[in-house]
């Protein structure tokens, strides 16, 4: 046991005092960081200014001065705030306060490029222009862009028969922006909808009030307390565990992988093998490699819980979902790491090592493809399948877990029980593989050889 | 038990290649053997058995009184032919590591280490990567690290390949050390002149089965060419009158003078005289056979 601890020791070591392993552990979070602060400034929908001339035929005259008020840049600031203040509405209180607080200039500064305005040049077309001349128009080379023209139909604000309105077409050039379209769209709504109930002679402040209806509070009750309803956040959790289970069997499964072609290619395996048996080789590396696994994911989870306790966010996560994070991740960590650090003990080069990883990764990676509908129908056929199916079941029992509707609790156990039982096969293959593979040189073995050293070692 | 290494009747093969064919090997301990054979003979095969790295088919082994070497590990050295280093650890908590994993005890591993590199003349490098090393330097602390923990048995494997002479005649005199120091050497090599020099006795095999286990002296007895190397004090002597002696067979000129081959089971000694008196000689010197000649002999054969 002492030297098995002593190869783990050195592993570990070995691995977390390196530069790579340093940046590596960091850039996650700077990441997130990045992507919390940046990415939705950047990729914000809310954030294109629209820019460019649309052209307008109002054949009955009787709408045009509502779109002319509709296109103004004063209306579309007007609409993109509304907009805001809607997704403002659904978001937890702590996140809404930081939101409107005066003392976070970043987020200032992301409310004013929320509500960017746009500049959008109004042409009005006379009411009886030819339609196939003006498509021409949008075609010919100009420094302004064009965007649009829009058609109204003659029945668009009068109804003929009292029930059933027309609307409008909108021709527009192949480059077109869907926001650029979105923001004419709702303009246009707006400027019908204005013109339709002047027309009638009804008030649209009166008609809107009575038709709005606030979302209401929703509160989310539990044995300890009660808080404001999180909505989005149960569907986020199932990948959220997956991606944190899955850099954590990957950092220890790759350092294993990599350690184990170095310790080959650089000869040093068999003077190990004077020493210490390839078992106790195998073990020591294989709880190294853990405990570099279990500082990523400590970090994470860490870093993940500081996050939900500054926002009072705390009660969002079931506690019992640590514990079985834990469970999953060393069952998972067990089978794929084995599976890779035998890779490693046949393989002379990591190009080589490419080729073996390949079906390896695949399966891995599998869970990321079939998160969703997994997590939207957590006791289907399919995720019951999947959670009793090694090494792809503590993926699936954690979405399952981390789903609105959890498993019950026989099929975790029973699940469990299987994941020891991958375990114990990955382990088993692992040491046949291990022990002839470590000191064979020169062209590396396909699956099929792999399989039949594991039958005869 | 005095025994340091015994094979019995061991055989290894891999797949259709017959590595080691029914091998029996007795070291005693405290010897000093040499392993020689040519390329592919199955001489690593025979130490990774002896090492518990390999196992054999069929066959019994024992090393130090042990049935595996795996129960006697920390009382082995071994230096094997694949050899390397953690390229990017420092030489000194890399022998740390591998004392460690000898059993030697924590107090004594820094005063090991460091008589163990001024030694080699590398006092200066327990701060330095391993990958800052030149090759033979690297050798050097591989085999501090097989010496740490005082080893009763050391098997090496090639130890001299690679090594610059210097490094070489450095690396003799301290397996010479540890032999007088009381360990038992097991080394393999197809470097004839090293196990000449080195050992008292020598095993050979070719094609995975033994052809030879004698001592050194009784190998040269045996395989004596019945040669005597004969240079006349007068170059322009008649060499041609040695035949005249019943025991002598041929004689075949050189440079300075001839070799007089004898018939078999003479001996060279006895003839010395006589063939003096036939010629005065300015040398006149027994032939020995060195290994290499052995060598290729049996392996021709």
């Known amino acids: 046991m002492k030297k098995i601890l002593l190869v783990a020791a050195r592993e570990f070591v070995a691995t977390v005092s390196t530069k790579a392993f340093i940046i590596g552990l960091l850039i996650m979070p700077v990441m997130i960081g990045v992507s919390i602060l940046i990415f939705p400034r950047l990729l914000n929908p809310r954030n294109f200014k629209a820019q460019g001339e649309v052209a307008i035929i109002d054949p009955s005259g009787r709408a045009i001065g509502d779109i002319r008020t509709a296109f103004s840049p004063e209306r579309v600031t007007e609409r993109r705030e509304a907009q805001v203040r809607q997704v403002l509405n659904q978001a937890p209180p702590e996140v809404k306060q930081l939101a409107t607080s005066q003392a976070s200039p970043q987020m200032a500064a992301a409310m004013a490029s929320a509500t960017a305005s746009s500049d959008l040049r109004l042409i009005e077309r006379p009411p009886t222009a030819d339609v196939q001349k003006e498509k021409s128009w949008l075609l010919e080379p100009t420094e302004v862009r064009r965007l649009a023209l829009v058609v109204v139909h003659d029945n668009a604000v009068r109804s003929e028969d009292g029930k059933t309105y027309g609307s409008y077409d909108t021709y527009v050039p192949s480059n077109i922006d869907d926001r650029a379209m979105n923001e004419i769209q709702a303009a246009m709504q707006e400027a019908l909808v204005n013109a339709r109930t002047r027309e009638s002679g009804l008030d649209r402040a009166k008609i809107e009030s009575i038709v709005r209806v606030e979302r209401g509070k929703s509160i989310t009750v539990t044995k300890d307390s009660e808080r404001s309803t999180i909505r989005g956040i149960n569907g986020i959790l199932p990948i959220f565990f997956v991606i944190l289970m899955f850099m954590g069997v990957m950092t220890g499964g790759q350092s294993l992988l990599t350690s184990t072609v170095e310790e080959k290619s650089s000869r040093v395996m068999e003077v190990l093998l004077s020493a210490l048996s390839p078992m106790e080789l195998l073990a020591g590396k294989i709880i190294g490699q853990f405990g570099v696994s279990m500082i990523v994911l400590g970090l994470y989870i860490g870093i993940g819980l500081a996050l939900l306790l500054s926002f009072a966010l705390f009660g969002l996560i079931n506690p019992w979902l640590v514990p079985y994070l834990g469970i999953f991740f060393v069952l998972s960590y067990l089978t794929y790491g084995s599976l890779m650090v035998s890779v490693g003990a046949v393989v002379n080069d990591m190009r080589e090592a490419q080729s073996l990883m390949m079906p390896l990764m695949l399966v891995l990676t599998f869970p990321f493809w079939v998160w969703f509908p997994m997590s939207q129908n957590p006791n289907s056929a399919f995720s019951t399948i999947m959670s009793f199916i090694p090494p792809i079941n503590s993926f699936a029992m954690l979405i399952r877990l981390t789903s609105t509707s959890p498993p019950p609790w026989w099929q975790v156990w029973a699940s469990i029980g299987v994941g020891l039982f991958g375990v114990v096969a990955a382990l088993w293959f692992a040491s046949k593989i291990f022990k002839i593979g470590l000191l064979m040189y020169g062209k590396p073995p396909n699956f099929a050889t792999l399989v039949r050293w594991a039958r005869q070692a | ?301």
């Open chain 2, 1 to 301: 038990m005095n025994e340091a290494i015994r094979l019995k009747s061991v055989c290894k093969t891999f797949g259709t290649t017959k590595a080691v064919t029914d091998l029996d090997l007795t070291i005693p301990r405290g010897a000093l053997y040499g392993f020689i054979g040519p390329n592919g003979a199955g001489k690593t095969t025979t130490i990774r058995m002896i090492m518990s790295i390999l196992f054999p088919d069929t066959g019994d082994l024992s090393v130090l009184g042990q049935k595996s070497a795996l129960d006697a590990k920390n009382r082995i050295g071994y230096l094997p032919e694949e050899r390397g280093v953690y390229r990017k650890m420092r030489v000194g908590p890399f022998l740390t590591f591998m004392a460690r994993l000898k059993g030697v005890p924590e107090s004594e591993i820094p005063g090991r280490i460091k008589r163990g590199l001024e030694r080699v003349g590398l006092a200066d490098a327990e701060r330095k990567r391993c990958e800052d090393l030149s090759k033979g330097t690297q050798q050097k602390v591989q085999f501090i690290a097989t010496i740490i923990h005082h080893p009763d048995l050391l098997i090496l494997d090639e130890p001299f390949s690679g090594l610059d002479p210097v490094s070489s005649r450095s690396l003799r005199e301290m397996v010479l050390e540890e032999h007088a120091r009381g360990a038992t050497i097991l080394f393999s090599t197809h470097v004839m002149p090293h196990a000449e020099e080195l050992c008292d006795h020598v095993v050979m095999i070719n094609k995975g089965k033994k052809v030879l286990d004698d001592p050194v002296a009784d190998i040269q007895r045996r395989y004596d060419p019945r040669v005597i190397e004969f240079d006349p004090l007068d170059p322009q002597a008649d060499l041609s009158t040695l035949r005249s002696i019943p025991e002598v067979e041929d004689i075949v000129r050189t440079d300075h003078g001839c070799k007089v081959v004898l018939h078999e089971g003479t001996s060279a000694p006895s003839v010395i005289p006589r063939l003096a008196i036939a010629v005065p000689p300015a040398r006149i010197e027994i032939a020995r056979p060195t290994l290499e000649e052995v060598f290729v002999k049996l392996v021709a054969a």
